[in-house]
């Protein structure tokens, strides 16, 4: 069963002593943590192991998970800085102008006047809109929002994203 996998969290710490996980989540999608949703944890042998979420909260801006039959922080603590994943099939039609973050992540970034800044090694959702983190040759990483005043075309085939920076973006 070798299926296209996409993360979606990555548990960073259990919570409490009751099989609950602390997630960060690598997804805009909040349903995706919902009850009764399907993930999946890929273990060092490359195996997929299914879990079903039969509880979900938010604290402090993590995802709070619990997942059927793991009651006990003794079963959930050897997956600390494991990722969850979904498969391809779960992944949801997105609108038109809509991109998921693996389909971002990876992709050259130019200027408009043909400048070419780096790759996309991140995004970042602090708040309004997503931040898109550029990793430079030889330079510290550029921060660019992904408004439509600075991103100005995604060619997700090509790899390639065309950004017409704002005033002191780039410094």
Not at 50 to 58: C, N
Not at 60 to 82: P, R, S
Request: aromatic share 8%; charged share 30%.
């Amino acid at each position: 069963m070798n299926k296209k996998m996409f993360n979606i969290g990555k548990i960073v710490n259990t919570h409490g002593i009751r099989g609950e996980v602390k997630v960060f989540r690598i997804s805009d999608f909040e349903e995706r943590f919902q009850v009764g949703e399907t993930v999946y944890l890929e273990k060092e042998n490359g195996e997929n192991i299914e879990l079903v979420i039969d509880g979900h909260r938010i604290h402090k801006g993590f995802d709070l998970i619990h997942f059927k039959g793991y009651d006990n922080i003794n079963d959930v603590e050897k997956h600390k800085g494991t990722y969850l994943k979904i498969t391809e099939e779960q992944l949801t039609e997105l609108e038109e102008d809509a991109y998921y973050y693996h389909e971002i992540i990876g992709c050259n970034v130019v200027t408009t006047s043909g400048e070419v800044l780096g790759i996309i090694k991140e995004i970042l959702s602090p708040g309004a809109n997503d931040v898109w983190v550029i990793k430079r040759p030889k330079s510290k990483d550029l921060l660019i929002p992904y408004i439509e005043d600075v991103v100005k075309n995604i060619d997700i085939s090509e790899k390639k994203i065309v950004i017409e920076p704002m005033e002191g973006l780039l410094d």
